[in-house]
């Protein structure tokens, strides 16, 4: 069976359908599906915090295809990296990977060929990558056209680009991170928190909780809710610690939006403290 092909992008909803035809034009009968097209506009973290959460839910061989691309046409590499876990991600090398390298592992990287796996036709354009090298590419690879070394020339894996990671903390009733991730259209939080180590805290469900929320080192939330199991342990409009589907701790608002409510963003400049309250 050919491996499936995953797309998301930040081109929007419908950016995506050149891309499909492109894959189609290769092989008639290859899955294509979709993961996301309104990925926050050039936001690589976002979109690397994507591909962790929902790798690991495919089957093995599957090929991600992620387009967040600021850089489109300039020096920054085209790539297909083959991650340890068994899936290849075709995308540009410009963080996208930092989360996935940094999960799973990321066991050969190599540079797109355009010279064999580029689009015919598209030599005189350089803005839509998208379509003229990695949904082209990713197709060839599935159907079978090329294997892995097709791709083009293999570099090292630690030439990869990524983005700093900001390392969570843990103690005694207490958690320290940041927010890389807000998951739409709820409006949830993503902390960098995993559950396994908030367990050593010694916070349990029915605690009560005080989390404050900083943008650098702007107070933006600072409020008591309870720790427990899923969105209706809150009253409605109410908020909520929780254990993230992702596998991180989280926080929600019971059929409210968190990051609307209070002007909540993700990133690096986001941290979050958690201390039980007595």
Same mark, same amino acid.
């Given at each position: ?9 930040? #081109?929007?909803? /419908?950016?995506? /359908?050149?891309?499909? /035809?492109?894959?189609? &034009? ?15 506009? #050039? ?26 691309? +600021?850089?489109?046409?300039? *020096? ?11 899936? !290849?991600?075709?995308? +540009? ?21 355009? &010279? ?18 990695? @949904?082209?590419?990713? *197709?060839?690879? @599935? @159907? ?10 293999? !570099? ?44 050593? &805290? /010694? ?38 610690? !929780? ?14 939006? #968190? *990051? ?19």
């Amino acid at each position: 069976m050919k491996p499936c092909i995953v797309m998301q992008t930040d #081109f929007g909803v /419908g950016g995506g /359908g050149a891309m499909y /035809g492109v894959c189609k &034009t290769i092989d008639p009968e290859l899955q294509i599906y979709d993961l996301s097209h309104v990925i926050p506009k #050039f936001n690589v973290e976002k979109a690397s915090a994507s591909l962790r959460n929902v790798m690991p839910f495919w089957p093995k061989g599957t090929i991600f295809v992620s387009v967040v691309d +600021p850089g489109v046409g300039t *020096a920054r590499k085209a790539s297909v990296a083959h991650t340890c876990n068994g899936y !290849y991600v075709v995308t +540009p090398d410009n963080g996208s990977l930092t989360y996935i390298k940094q999960e799973f592992g990321i066991d050969a990287i190599r540079e797109i060929d355009e &010279t064999v796996n580029r689009l015919k036709g598209t030599e005189k354009t350089s803005i839509f990558h998208g379509r003229d090298l990695f @949904a082209y590419c990713a *197709a060839k690879l @599935a @159907a079978g056209v090329i294997d892995f070394a097709g791709v083009g020339p293999e !570099y090292p894996v630690d030439d990869i680009i990524t983005f700093e990671i900001k390392q969570a903390t843990v103690a005694k009733d207490e958690a320290h991170g940041s927010i890389p991730d807000i998951m739409e259209p709820f409006g949830n939080l993503e902390t960098n928190i995993r559950i396994d180590d908030f367990e050593k &805290t /010694g916070i349990v469900h029915n605690d009560n909780v005080r989390v404050v929320i900083k943008h650098e080192d702007e107070v933006k939330f600072d409020k008591v809710m309870p720790f427990n199991k899923s969105f209706g342990y809150a009253a409605p409009g109410c908020e909520i610690l !929780y254990n993230s589907s992702s596998g991180f701790m989280g926080l929600a608002m019971n059929q409210k939006n #968190f *990051a609307q409510t209070y002007g909540i963003g993700s990133g690096p400049s986001w941290s979050i403290d958690i201390t039980k309250e007595n």
